[in-house]
């Protein structure tokens, strides 16, 4: 006998009503998703099954597997290194689509779209923050009769954007699976502090003459009293126009700007100060342990561990960069973040004792 799902589809196609299973009280029913037939109907009594059936793989929602032969909406962790990240299960999902959307504005490989269109032997289709936010409905279209790819750099859940996606799609019937990767979130723990010591995960935004906020320092330092790491992710300027080219509606854009950790350590010392005449005794000091990274997965990442001030000169090379900002550590964490000193002897300090 197949399944209850595969016959009640094989009873579908055949134009028959096909009741539902008995559930016990308090199981988990599985997950239907609109399609053109209509939406699926709670209740209990026969009912005609929607055209694409799918079930989670767990009740906690770890993912989504589709009914084999339906079309779908695929989102695609592309790792964070080159072309050669992408999973197997990925790069096979990358072949068989009939349109194949590279993400281009949350995060960026160390190679280009041509050396990734060679390497998956598919053209790609670039996709930047105004086709993702404004123009979803052109990702989403014909999803539901052929296979669509979306290609995040990272996981594909690194970004609230696509969580939208994601919504969008669900909201218009159509089928979604996705095909996780390594994100910068987890692959910080290369530079040895432990990824169940972190707390709240802040942004750090390039400041302009007029905007200078301070609200990530806030969260950092809420982590810090709390003796929690803190993950700083710098900001990325792709294709953004300029106040004055927004406001006057010109489709002008910026050259593209990158965040290094000399920059983000010296806006975070800024706040120091700020805050000092202010009257208050911050808890993120000059002295504080910070933890630059540059380039995470690739075969020429770089890692430097030193005080906040020793983050404002250290010489990181190219994009991507990342920084952390220490909490109270274990010696082992200390013994790790050794391996990567600007000077090894700043561990011997004070802060550090305070921090071990």
């Known amino acids: 006998m197949g399944s209850w799902w595969s016959l009640g589809l094989a009873a579908t196609r055949a134009g ?3 009741p539902r299973p008995r559930r016990e009280p308090g199981s988990v029913p599985p ?3 609109r399609s053109q037939r209509g939406p699926a109907r709670s209740g209990s009594g026969p009912r005609r099954l929607p055209r694409v059936p799918l079930v989670t793989e767990s009740h ?11 079309k779908m909406l695929y989102l695609i962790g592309l790792g964070l290194g080159d072309a050669k990240d992408i999973t197997v299960k990925g790069l096979e999902v990358v072949k068989q689509c009939r349109r ?7 995060s960026i490989l160390t190679v280009g779209k041509e050396v990734l269109e060679k390497f998956y032997g598919r053209e790609l ?3 930047d923050r105004e086709t993702v936010e404004q123009e979803a409905d052109d990702i989403l279209k014909d999803a539901d009769i052929c296979d669509v790819a979306f290609l995040v750099v990272g996981d594909p859940f690194g970004a609230t954007t696509h969580s939208d996606l994601v919504l969008r799609a669900v909201k218009l019937g159509i089928p979604y699976r996705v095909i996780h990767n390594a994100s910068i979130m987890n692959a910080v723990g290369c530079c040895g502090l432990q990824l169940y010591n972190f707390g709240e995960t802040v942004s750090v935004v390039f400041w302009t003459d007029t905007w200078k906020p301070e609200s990530f320092f806030d969260k950092i330092k809420k982590n810090k009293q709390n003796g929690m790491h803190t993950l700083c992710l710098l900001d990325i300027k792709v294709k953004e126009q300029s106040l004055e080219n927004l406001m ?7 050259s593209p700007r990158y965040m290094s950790v000399n920059q983000a350590a010296e806006q975070l010392l800024a706040i120091v100060q700020n805050r000092r005449l202010q009257g208050e005794e911050p808890e993120i000091t000059e002295n504080t342990i910070c933890v630059g990274l540059a380039r995470v997965g690739a075969m020429d990442q770089k890692i430097a561990s030193g005080t906040l001030q ?7 090379g190219g994009p991507l960069h990342s920084m952390i900002i220490a909490g109270n550590m274990h010696p082992l964490e200390t013994d790790m973040l050794k391996l990567f000193a600007v000077n090894e002897s700043i561990f011997e300090d004070n802060e550090c004792q305070k921090n071990t």
């Open 31 to 33: 997950l239907c998703v």
């Open 310 to 316: 020793q983050m404002s000169t250290v010489e990181l």
């Open 60 to 70: 906690s929602g770890a993912g989504i597997c589709s009914t084999p032969g339906i």
């Open 100 to 106: 194949v959307y590279l993400e281009a504005y949350t």
């Open 248 to 254: 006057r509606g010109k489709k002008i854009y910026e």
């Open 125 to 127: 289709i670039l996709a």
């Open 16 to 18: 028959l009503d096909w």
